[in-house]
T-cell receptor, first 115, second 107 residues
């Protein structure tokens, strides 16, 4: 079946512009995560959605970052007024339920470059 | 101190070698441990996940957890060039990740 789909796969934009990154999770998966991976670094947790509960936003690095998940399915991560330090790979993952006992499945990420 | 520490490598081994990849973690409350494999320009792929202490084997891969020393390991037997990737350990809920170990298996 289809895995986690992310778009665009690559995004190059100028400093100061806003960007939107999209994640289409596996059908039926109630949990959705966003992570950021910088060159040579591990994955940094950003935000977590579980069903209809309020999202866990504790990993968002600044108020320029926001995310929403419409209808419990597709999610959009928005970065406003992008800065060069925002350049990274943004990864989305989904799982069937509580990620503490259900494995997470990742998309291939969006590679974001801020000029 | 990071919650999860992992030697970044790089690690190069000859084909057929036994590979040992290791992580340490700081929070004794963690009970769920995972290993992911990440090929270049791809998302992480779940390899193994285990609860609590002990070993779990899947083909050429064995995951080992020692909660008393807060130490997790991934062993790869009969390593193949196709195993060349970055291996990431992760613990519990928000998947706190190690920084990854870059492995190259030389033919």
């Amino acid at each position: 079946g289809a895995g986690v789909s992310q778009s665009p796969s690559n995004k190059v934009t100028e400093k100061g512009k806003d960007v939107e990154l999209r994640c289409d999770p596996i059908s039926g998966h109630t949990a959705l995560y966003w992570y950021r991976q910088s060159l040579g670094q591990g994955l940094e947790f950003l935000i977590y959605f579980q069903g209809n509960s309020a999202p866990d936003k504790s990993g968002l690095p600044s108020d320029r970052f926001s995310a929403e998940r419409t209808g419990g399915s597709v999610s959009t991560l928005t970065i406003q007024r992008t800065q060069q330090e925002d350049s990274a790979v943004y990864l989305c993952a989904s799982s069937l339920g509580d990620p503490s006992n259900q494995p997470q499945h990742f998309g291939d990420g969006t590679r974001l470059s801020i000029l | 101190q990071k919650e999860v520490e992992q030697d970044p490598g790089p690690l190069s081994v000859p084909e057929g070698a036994i590979v040992s990849l290791n992580c340490t973690y700081s929070n004794s409350a963690f009970q769920y441990f995972m290993w992911y494999r990440q090929y270049s320009r791809k998302g992480p792929e779940l390899l193994m996940y285990t609860y609590s202490s002990g070993n779990k084997e899947d083909g050429r891969f064995t995951a080992q957890v020692d909660k008393s020393s807060k130490y997790i390991s991934l062993f790869i037997r009969d390593s193949q060039p196709s195993d060349s990737a970055t291996y990431l350990c992760a613990v519990s809920r928000q998947l706190t990740f190690g920084s990854g170990t870059q492995l190259t298996v030389l033919p």
